[in-house]
């Protein structure tokens, strides 16, 4: 694949100095990914395209272009490229991330609706194509492969076939499947899925993954069945043997889950990097504001030893070889002239932001306007959860009053999003489970989608809060209401305060409400600006931190992956507690 100018004469032309380019930026230190070199250059622009780079003789047609910026010997680098990306996990819409990213240096995103499909279904993976149109940057799609994640494991919104991702795949900027995370069905080669990916092999698209902890000749069918790429490596040694196999790693750093500085140990001793690239996965507006986009994630991995040339390829031409787009991600003639001026190769902190040869942000302001539009989709309401009470929140035992062993899942560690089973010993009084320990929480998933009304309860260990209930519709994938909990009444409290708004994330302690969240689009992301809805964000951080939460830097994402039945080994659904390498429920009460 390939970006196509719009007129291949006239940038012919422009490319042999027979008519003027419309932007040179002269003077650069020019960074290229292709060779690994720095050098003096010139760089003339016509059309968003590359026409041509001059380094011999750097005083040859310098009145040659209708627009003249002299980078006084600054960086020129390309512009970053996130490599998997779920816009809504920011929390903001399309048009609003664009304006929080833009500045930062991100000219492209490789997006997945899945978040909002698995909610919405086709209609809201096609408003986040719609919302995305004519912005200063490139919102790539990958049509969403799993929705809902696991079939027959829990309850979404939508159900995507074959059928679903093709009509969708003919979507202007789709450009692959988004990551295949039921692996084991690839690896099994179950219809369904064999299916899907047939629809983008035929089509020729690139297939991104999902494969954490996969090894051997697990990993080996998973890649033999297709996905290339994969986002949930966590550690040393399954990052190099991903390499070793021919799989692009995208080293992630995302608000919650940072596996950059892990994979660059256990792959920095090797001679090639080319399939290795970044990406943020999910990261929210409060993060991006503050700390940064892809210059952030990037600017992390040379602090932790890697060569900045070799790490900026990894955040520009890397990524673009990856979802097949053959002239994006270097500064070479014929490429999209999406370029970054900067003063440091190690701090990245773009001067001027150019996308398409346009200027589009300055010294960390957005200079491009984008228009305010909405949506119809903005205004429906997606909270279909029947009228609940306490006693919904309350574990039902077998026994009247005693003791009962039940199956636990269990957190080791505040920054994992991956589980372990236990079996533990609890008290009954009046038929109900009660919890003796205050690193145990109740959990609730209930289902918020049209034509279903299930609950799954549990109980979980390790979470991380010591009382209250914090609870949010923001719940990977099928994105059900999942509430954390003390006592039922405060779950109650928590779960209705976000049916009442539409979704989003609540906190209460003593069944008073610290703080809401409000997240109406979707129950996934605010119609608020960047700013305005960063505030909320460390308001509703702030009632995570009076619940406990205090191990973690930022533990608003902390509640989101924990019905995620595709990250091991335990999970929670709509329809109970899930053994995700089995695909099987697991009983409340454990077999004596």
């Not at 272009?65 to 399309?94: C, R, W």
């Not at 799954?456 to 010591?466: E, Q, W």
Request: a negative charge.
């Amino acid at each position: 694949m390939k970006i196509k100018p719009k007129n291949k004469k006239a940038l012919l032309k422009a490319a042999l100095g027979e008519i003027e380019s419309d932007l040179l930026i002269k003077n650069v230190q020019l960074v290229n990914v292709i060779t690994g070199e720095i050098y003096p250059a010139n760089v003339f622009v016509y059309d968003g395209m590359i026409a041509h780079v001059e380094y011999r003789d750097l005083s040859l047609d310098t009145d040659r272009a209708k627009e003249v910026i002299d980078a006084q010997g600054k960086y020129l680098i390309p512009g970053f490229i996130d490599a998997h990306e779920h816009i809504e996990s920011s929390m903001m819409t399309p048009r609003n991330f664009a304006r929080c990213v833009i500045p930062h240096g991100t000219t492209t995103v490789v997006t997945d609706p899945h978040e909002i499909a698995n909610v919405c279904g086709m209609e809201g993976v096609r408003y986040m194509h719609e919302a995305s149109e004519g912005l200063p940057m490139r919102q790539l799609i990958d049509i969403p492969s799993c929705v809902p994640s696991v079939p027959g494991l829990e309850h979404a919104g939508a159900v995507f076939t074959a059928k679903e991702v093709e009509e969708l795949s003919h979507l202007d900027r789709a450009i692959g499947l988004a990551e295949v995370m039921d692996f084991l069905a690839v690896i099994h080669g179950e219809d369904r899925m064999m299916d899907i990916l047939d629809v983008m092999d035929r089509q020729g698209r690139y297939l991104q993954g999902h494969a954490p902890y996969l090894s051997g000749r697990m990993l080996s069918a998973y890649l033999c069945g297709g996905p290339s790429t994969c986002h949930e490596t966590r550690d040393s040694s399954e990052a190099l043997e991903k390499l070793r196999n021919g799989m692009y790693v995208d080293a992630r750093d995302s608000s919650i889950t940072k596996n950059v500085k892990a994979i660059w140990e256990g792959v920095k001793d090797v001679r090639f990097f080319d399939r290795l690239c970044f990406c943020t996965d999910d990261r929210e507006a409060d993060d991006i504001l503050h700390n940064g986009h892809m210059n952030d994630v990037t600017r992390a991995a040379i602090s932790y030893g890697m060569d900045p040339v070799a790490a900026i390829k990894s955040t520009t031409y890397n990524t673009a070889q990856e979802i097949h787009i053959e002239n994006l991600g270097a500064i070479a003639p014929g490429y999209a002239a999406d370029m970054l001026l900067v003063e440091d190769l190690r701090e990245l902190k773009p001067s001027h932001v150019f996308f398409g040869g346009k200027l589009v942000a300055k010294d960390g302001e957005l200079l491009e306007s984008i228009e305010e539009k909405s949506y119809p989709l903005e205004q429906e309401n997606t909270m279909f959860v029947r009228e609940l009470s306490a006693d919904d929140f309350r574990i039902k035992a077998p026994v009247e009053n005693g003791t009962v062993q039940v199956n636990c899942m269990v957190y080791k560690d505040l920054l994992l999003s991956s589980t372990l089973l236990e079996t533990i010993q609890l008290p009954v009084k009046d038929g109900a489970v009660l919890l003796d320990d205050p690193d145990l929480k109740y959990v609730a998933v209930v289902n918020r989608h049209q034509g279903h009304d299930t609950i799954g309860l549990g109980i979980v260990k390790g979470f991380g809060t010591n009382c209250g209930a914090l609870a949010s519709t923001v719940s990977h994938d099928c994105h059900n209401l999942t509430v954390v909990y003390d006592t039922p009444e405060n779950a109650l409290a928590a779960a209705q305060a976000l049916v009442s708004c539409g979704g989003g994330m609540s906190a209460v302690k003593d069944q008073k409400l610290l703080h809401v969240l409000e997240l109406p689009l979707a129950g996934l992301m605010s119609l608020k600006p960047a700013g305005e809805l960063a505030e909320d964000s460390r308001k509703m951080k702030q009632a995570n931190y009076e619940l406990g939460l205090t191990g973690m830097e930022n533990p608003l994402l902390r509640i989101v992956t924990l019905a995620l039945p595709v990250i091991p080994n335990v999970k929670m659904s709509d329809l109970g507690m899930i053994d995700v390498n089995r695909k099987e429920i697991i009983p409340t009460f454990a077999e004596k």
